[in-house]
């Protein structure tokens, strides 16, 4: 084992001893100068442990930072730097981290040292001391001890924390169609008779508090709201309540009632003996309404009654009501007929509130629904049931129209005197004893029965009429087609009997050519015939000359009938005499006569 070699190990690792040779020489250059170096982003507390020389050498009774180098907590602190002359057997450095007040927040300030409060006050007033950085300027200008009025907005701040006592809080948002009740915790008493504080000028919206309590501002609610927006409030000073901004709708006004203001004068004059109406801004109810729109309107010291402008329906109707809810507690109206009956009745009121005579409602009844209980139903009520009495109800019934009229003129009259117009009575259902009703329904039934009837009987003859008709329309088709066949025959008959005519007229033409034909031929043959008679008969003559002219004729008769083969033997032959040649004769004459016409008949 080797000796340890000192200076063999100081020449190779001389940095080490030269290193600690700085150490102890910086610690002993801070020491005999008391320097105290602070970084960019702390602060230094100065603690001071005793006092050599001097005569303050202890604090005041009831101080606890030091002011003029008293041992204890120093009001001063060290900014990032190096400092001097801070011995570190006589001070006592603490480091302390900036103050960061970040975005959306701001910082409530407690002293633990200054000037102690007056009674009945619980904020200590604004102290010039740039925002309580400058403690010793704090402690000089009267600051006092206790919850600071002047609150730290967002941002990087040197504070010494031993004197002053931080909290973050959130600052006051006020979203859009919003607005900020105020209540403060200091300023003077508020006068008897008054619940909230007056609108007071120059506080930049309770946002500096010592202002507002310099201005006169009174402890407690406020008057005037704030509307949208942020705020650096002290909650330690005001505590600020987000309500919704009033809104009249359309078809609405809004009826103003002030709990705070000057004492306020009637502007009604003597007309109007129900109530008192007044100017803006003094105690009452405002004479001029609010029109439709948004009104950041503080809702603990003004009240607005909205009143529709618009036709109200009222129903009393059990079980039915409108959105506006006025005639939700009303219902079916019942009344009793003359002849003792009970029945009910739905009703439906129709009512108009002009703009100008809503504040005159409101002062009369404080509200529209109280209209409605303390005059709309009792009149209305009322009205029917005394109408009741005065009738059957058979009558009621039959009569419902003509009592509606009269009871929308009753009733019309009757509300205008509470500012109010009747625009129509309607009179609904009516639900009358059942006996009654059914008796009504029988013998309605039996009406409808009979008009049932009587509309069978007529429908069965336009039935039998259709029938009639169809049948005829059935048949119109033959008619049609007999008479035109009618027409045809008869255009037939005629054609025919024009071409009879025509042959006719031909035959007649043809039957004179051939008889003057037959005429000349008649005359020729005559004339021969005349001729060869002659000549036969001269003929004759000699042969009868020459034998008995019975016989001669008797022969010649058997040859003619010989030759034209008429059987000249009768059948039957009667007669008294004998057959003798001229009665012979005779007959055999007849027989041929007879057989000519029967040929010419044939032919």
Known sequence: MNDFNFLS???????????????????????????????????????????????????????????????????????????????????????????????????????????????GKILGKKVECDYFQDARAFLTNGGERGPQIVVIPPGTYRINTELFELKATSIIEIKDNMVGVVTTKEG?????????????????????????????????????????????????????????????????????????GREGVDVTGGKFKHGNLVKRGEKGVCAEPLDPGKYPINPYTHKVELVPTANIVLNWATGKTESHKLDQNLSTITVRSVDGFTFNLDVNQIIHIPRNDAPLVIARFGSVSNLVTQVLEPTIGNYFRNAAQLSDVIDFLKGRQERQNQAKESICQALEQYNVFGVDTLIGDITPPEMLMKTLTDRKIAEQQQITFETQRQAQGVKKDFAQAEALANTQALVVDAERTVQINEFRAKAQVAEAQGVAQSKEINAKA???????????????????????????KLKISSMESGNYAAIEVAKALSSSGTKWVPDIVAGSGGANSNNMADMLLA?????QNDKKVEG
């Open 514 to 540: 051939d008889a003057s034909v037959l005429a000349m031929v008649g005359k020729a043959e005559g004339d021969k015939i005349k001729a060869v008679g002659t000549a036969e008969a001269d003929v004759i």
């Open 591 to 595: 027989m041929i006569v007879k057989d």
């Open 9 to 119: 190990f100081i020449t190779q690792y001389w940095y080490i001893p030269v290193g600690i040779l700085a150490i102890v020489f910086h610690q002993l250059i801070f020491r005999v100068f008391g320097i105290v170096v602070i970084p960019n982003n702390k602060i230094g507390i100065v603690n001071k442990r005793f006092v050599l020389f001097g005569t303050h050498k202890t604090l005041p009774d009831g101080a606890i930072i030091a002011l003029n180098g008293e041992a204890g907590l120093q009001a001063d602190t060290l900014p990032p730097g190096l400092h001097f002359w801070y011995w570190p057997w006589q001070y006592n450095i603490d480091l302390e981290n900036f103050t960061e007040v970040p975005e959306h927040s701001i910082v409530v300030v407690q002293a633990k040292d200054g000037i102690p409060l007056d009674n």
């Open 188 to 260: 003077r008493q508020l006068t008897t008779g008054n619940i909230a504080g007056p609108e007071v000028a120059g506080h930049s919206t309770f946002q500096d508090g010592d202002s507002f309590i310099r201005g006169g501002g009174c402890k407690g609610l406020q008057e005037q709201v704030i509307l949208a927006g942020k705020y650096f409030i002290n909650p330690m000073f005001a505590s600020v309540e987000i309500k919704d901004m009033t809104i009249v709708p359309i078809a609405h006004v809004g009826v103003t009632i002030a709990y705070v």
